[in-house]
């Protein structure tokens, strides 16, 4: 790691971890796809360091001295990474071979740090861990399948499939018409001096219905090219937890 490029974060910087996408980038086979993974982890929290970036001015009344130390640092580390995100797709938006961007988060930060309160109303779970869903190609690729909301687990599916590279049995299912987006919450919260826990997974499971998954769903073994199946030959069938 480069220190510079740390503070004054926790975790490193935005600009480290796309700095690096670049030269993996650059550095790749030419005659073979390249595919990059990245979790980044700039602004995963906490928030309340001395910082002197403000270019983004937080109004918010009613917030202490700590909630808003929080959430001013955490509205600039925001700025800093659209700046950073920016700069990425302007790279790559430059480069001959055809390029697919996918950016999206798992959920948004914890708001009880800015002095608020999360909802353990479904609509007010689903609202906080609803995320935009950001998706580039430097060559014009047809988006028009992805759903206006996809659950993360069926969001790689969506992009091999965009791409022509939906061979795999399961991940077709995912990105169908048949398979469902599940929603499931929790949140523990204190009331009249015990923790109760509010969620709807019980509905979900109550509801929950799937094809069964054999042999012939999970398709070949990549690396052997071979089939899924018992020692004896015979097919396996998943049909319990």
Same mark, same amino acid.
């Given at each position: 790691? @480069?220190?510079?490029? @740390?503070?004054?974060?926790?975790?490193?910087?935005? @600009?480290?971890?796309?700095d690096h996408i670049i030269k993996e980038y650059e550095n790749r086979p030419k005659d073979q796809p390249w595919?990059?993974?990245?979790?980044?982890y700039q602004n995963h929290g906490g928030y309340?360091?001395?910082w002197d970036e403000n270019r983004v001015r937080v109004e918010e009344t009613g917030l202490d001295e700590t909630e808003m130390l929080n959430a001013r640092n955490y509205v600039n580390m925001l700025k800093v990474s659209d700046d950073e995100l920016l700069r990425l797709v302007e790279y790559f938006d430059r480069q001959e071979s055809p390029v697919l961007i996918v950016f999206w988060g798992d959920h948004a930060p914890a708001i009880r740090q800015f002095g608020k309160k999360l909802s353990s109303a479904p609509a007010g779970m689903l609202r906080h861990y609803t995320t935009p869903l950001l998706v580039y190609s430097n060559y014009g690729q047809d988006t028009s399948m992805l759903p206006e909301n996809i659950a993360s687990y069926?969001?790689?599916a969506y992009m091999m499939r965009m791409l022509g590279m939906d061979r795999d049995p399961y991940l077709n299912y995912l990105s169908s018409e048949d398979a469902?987006?599940?929603?499931?919450?929790?949140?523990?919260?204190?009331?009249?001096g015990r923790m109760r826990l509010h969620t709807n997974l019980f509905d979900v499971l109550d509801s929950a219905d799937c094809r069964m998954v054999n042999s012939d769903v999970l398709g070949c073994a990549f690396e052997p090219e071979q089939r899924f199946e018992s020692p004896d030959g015979s097919a396996i069938t998943f049909d319990r937890d």
């Amino acid at each position: 790691m @480069e220190p510079e490029k @740390e503070e004054p974060f926790s975790y490193p910087s935005d @600009e480290y971890l796309f700095d690096h996408i670049i030269k993996e980038y650059e550095n790749r086979p030419k005659d073979q796809p390249w595919f990059c993974h990245t979790v980044t982890y700039q602004n995963h929290g906490g928030y309340g360091f001395g910082w002197d970036e403000n270019r983004v001015r937080v109004e918010e009344t009613g917030l202490d001295e700590t909630e808003m130390l929080n959430a001013r640092n955490y509205v600039n580390m925001l700025k800093v990474s659209d700046d950073e995100l920016l700069r990425l797709v302007e790279y790559f938006d430059r480069q001959e071979s055809p390029v697919l961007i996918v950016f999206w988060g798992d959920h948004a930060p914890a708001i009880r740090q800015f002095g608020k309160k999360l909802s353990s109303a479904p609509a007010g779970m689903l609202r906080h861990y609803t995320t935009p869903l950001l998706v580039y190609s430097n060559y014009g690729q047809d988006t028009s399948m992805l759903p206006e909301n996809i659950a993360s687990y069926r969001l790689g599916a969506y992009m091999m499939r965009m791409l022509g590279m939906d061979r795999d049995p399961y991940l077709n299912y995912l990105s169908s018409e048949d398979a469902k987006n599940v929603w499931v919450y929790g949140d523990l919260v204190e009331e009249n001096g015990r923790m109760r826990l509010h969620t709807n997974l019980f509905d979900v499971l109550d509801s929950a219905d799937c094809r069964m998954v054999n042999s012939d769903v999970l398709g070949c073994a990549f690396e052997p090219e071979q089939r899924f199946e018992s020692p004896d030959g015979s097919a396996i069938t998943f049909d319990r937890d």
